[in-house]
């Protein structure tokens, strides 16, 4: 796919190097910080003291890989270098003709699911100490998304200023916080200085305690559906709890939960609001979908519903992504995806959501970028 535009994706992730905590933590927590832990059977995985789950990390790598090649067990030097080494990451950018990426943690994604708030805040305060020092060797191409362990609003305004020093773009939210949830009014300082600071915060999947739980009925593949449904849940909550009502600047993201449900989602908050508000509690004045398509952003790979049903959206708040390096990437086949799925869309609605979307939202400035046919011609044959 060449185009005259640069192509950004919404979500990118690092694959955690092996010092990523242990270098970068509070040394009070040295002896326990998360770390990875060579096994004969499998492989290389993340060790987080206090959490039973453990993280294999063949599939947080496997972009690139076959379907019947995706494998749990891997070893940590058989992964994408540019995971956890900056310096070759703009070489697999360019290998799927992406110009920019905002970064999300992978291990930091487990984290937000931690039951030690003190743990998480000495993890995460470490994540974003290396995240800042790895995207400082690009820092025009690789955009990074800090952590806040959401231990109170106080300390969660702290957290962003000190994010914002760092250079980051985004803060990635942990599904829950540890001081009542995110509808209360005791929140609005936050969101506030979200605004204030230009930092967007973003609800990515599986960071949330419905999505730690593993639990569906059926065969395993069942669970892997149900991971977009604890997202869902948040914004139905800043929906339909207000949140929006009393902020009207913030704008949130809705990070890989894909974007084709979004329509019927719109339709039943509007249904239960036009038909239900006496009896069903909602702290809105207007339809539900007007605050939906107002002020969420939604994150999506190859989710073709969303690409055939634009109009039934606000196209101007879809983002595009590769996932990179995660085993649902499309890289490095981004290109000939984007070219299938993007043919029936104006040229303004293709470059808004594989560009302007995402610059608006993060500040970034287009001029200083590849266009996606350049990134690509420079990718090695």
């Known amino acids: 796919m060449h185009v005259d535009f640069p192509i950004i994706s919404a979500d990118s992730h690092i694959t955690e190097a092996p010092n990523t905590y242990v270098d970068y933590i ?4 040295a002896a326990v910080a998360p770390r990875l832990v060579e096994t004969e059977d499998k492989g290389d995985i993340y060790v987080i003291d206090g959490m039973k789950r453990t993280i294999p990390m063949g599939l ?5 890989q076959q379907a019947e090649e995706l494998n749990t067990r891997a070893r940590y030097k058989d992964l994408h270098k540019s995971g956890y080494d900056a310096n070759y990451r703009i070489a697999d950018q360019n290998r799927d003709g992406v110009s920019a990426e905002v970064i999300y943690p992978s291990v930091g994604m487990v984290l937000c699911n931690h039951p030690d708030f003190d743990y998480k ?12 020092e790895y995207c400082s060797v690009d820092p025009v191409r690789l955009l990074p ?3 806040t362990a959401m231990r109170s609003p106080e300390e969660g305004v702290r957290d962003l200023e000190a994010l914002k020093a760092m250079g980051m773009r985004g803060v990635m939210m942990p599904g829950e916080p540890q001081v009542e949830d995110y509808d209360s009014p005791v929140y609005g300082e936050f969101w506030d200085a979200c605004v204030d600071l230009e930092l967007v915060p973003s609800f990515h999947i599986l960071t949330s305690s419905s999505d730690a739980s593993n639990r569906s009925r059926g065969p395993k593949m069942n669970n892997f559906l149900s991971i977009i449904r604890g997202n ?3 914004m139905g909550m800043f929906v339909l709890g207000g949140v929006f009502e009393r902020h009207p600047r913030l704008k949130v993201v809705c990070v890989e ?3 084709g449900w979004a329509p019927h989602f719109m339709y039943r908050m509007d249904h239960a609001y036009d038909r239900h508000r006496k009896w069903l509690t909602a ?5 539900p979908s007007q605050y939906f398509r107002d002020h969420i952003y939604l994150t999506f790979q190859d989710d073709w519903v969303a690409f055939k049903n634009v109009d039934q959206l606000d196209w101007r708040r879809l983002c595009w992504a590769n996932d990179f390096p995660h085993s649902d990437s499309t890289w490095p086949w981004s290109q000939e995806m984007l070219d299938e799925q993007t043919v ?4 303004e609605q293709t470059r808004a959501i594989l560009c302007d979307n995402t610059a608006e939202l993060y500040g970034i400035d287009v001029s200083t970028l590849p266009v996606g046919g350049d990134a690509l011609a420079a990718a090695p044959a």
């Not at 509070?26 to 927590?29: A, E, H, I, R, S």
């Not at 029936?344 to 040229?347: E, I, K, V």
């Open 60 to 64: 947080v790598a496997a972009a690139g």
């Open 121 to 132: 805040k000495a993890a995460m305060d470490a994540y974003n100490r290396w995240i800042a």
């Open 26 to 29: 509070d040394p009070k927590y």
């Open 145 to 147: 998304a800090g952590q």
């Open 232 to 234: 869902q849940d948040i």
């Open 283 to 287: 702290n809105v004045s207007k339809a």
């Open 344 to 347: 029936h869309l104006t040229g």
């Open 257 to 259: 939960a894909d974007a």
